[in-house]
């Protein structure tokens, strides 16, 4: 049905599984992750060049950036005041006599820390901030999507297909402490992260700065107005020639004429996939896409 919406110009955006099967959908492959692990972490998601060629997605890129570093800035004052009058002394924190809220208010404090300094070098890198849960991802993009951002754990963390379609391996609707209390917990007590890995998960999400608020101006973006300056991706009915996809063209379905959006006949889709739903183990997540017409 995916690859029949995206011919009749229905918008869709597709988070994490919603992003893999639209992938498989629209003649992409989707597998486990490259190393084997299970990713959840706080990644930082780097805009492409390929983004930096679509005029007005890339500008409303660069504002949420923008937006997210002035926030950060203005956090980071907060947190060194914060971090000064709050500081515990590292042997009083150690010592046993103490007992364990100094060593607690000591570890939060750090942790604290960590994250604004996460936070300092996602925006000296032009990177978001943004959680990551999955087992699987999108390993090929369908012929003739366009990468808009990557990940050091995700090749293809933002891309779309046309104008019309937009998917994220990253998630937008997940805080900390969602993560820590329902997907960490339950992916540590199925084994899917050792004791190392849920550990380092921990302490990276337990730092926050997720910058899930600058993600959502880009893709409101999206959902209103699509993505101008791309073409659909089409094939020409009347000599069956191969698809194309065009950035210079407008978002205007009256101009498709006699073509439709490419839509490959294996469009076959996954049911499940290895996204740390924590209704179930950590094991499965259903689609988490949204869509709006134009």
């Not at 949420?64 to 203005?74: H, N, R």
């Amino acid at each position: 049905l995916l690859p029949q919406y995206a011919a009749q110009g229905a918008r869709m955006y597709g988070c994490c599984f919603g992003s893999q099967i639209l992938a498989r959908a629209l003649g992409g492959t989707v597998g486990k992750n490259p190393d084997g692990n299970f990713v959840l972490t706080l990644e930082q998601i780097q805009p492409t060049a390929e983004l930096q060629q679509i005029k007005e997605l890339h500008t409303v890129v660069q504002q949420a950036l923008q937006d997210a570093c002035k926030v950060a800035g203005s956090s980071n004052s907060s947190n060194n005041s914060y971090t000064q009058s709050t500081a515990v002394p590292p042997t009083a924190a150690a010592d046993p006599g103490q007992g364990s809220g100094l060593a607690a208010v000591a570890s939060a404090v750090n942790a604290v820390a960590d994250g604004f300094q996460e936070l300092q070098l996602s925006c000296s890198s032009g990177c978001f901030r943004l959680i990551e849960s999955h087992g699987d991802q999108v390993l090929t993009l369908p012929p003739d999507a366009i990468r808009l951002a990557t990940s050091p754990t995700a090749a293809n963390e933002l891309w779309c297909f046309g104008p019309n379609v937009l998917a994220s391996q990253f998630h937008v609707e997940f805080d900390e402490p969602l993560v820590l209390d329902k997907i960490w917990k339950s992916l540590k007590e199925v084994g899917r992260l050792d004791d190392q890995q849920a550990e380092e998960s921990r302490r990276i999400i337990e730092a926050g700065g997720q910058q899930n608020a600058n993600m959502l101006q880009v893709i409101k973006y999206f959902l209103k107005h699509g993505i101008p300056g791309v073409k659909p991706v089409i094939t020409d009915l009347g000599t069956g020639g191969g698809s194309s996809s065009n950035r210079d063209g407008n978002n205007d379905s009256s101009s498709r004429g006699g073509q439709i959006y490419s839509s490959p006949s294996s469009s076959s889709s996954s049911s499940s996939s290895d996204n740390g739903d924590p209704g179930n183990g950590g094991n499965n997540n259903s689609s988490s896409s949204s869509n709006s017409n134009n």
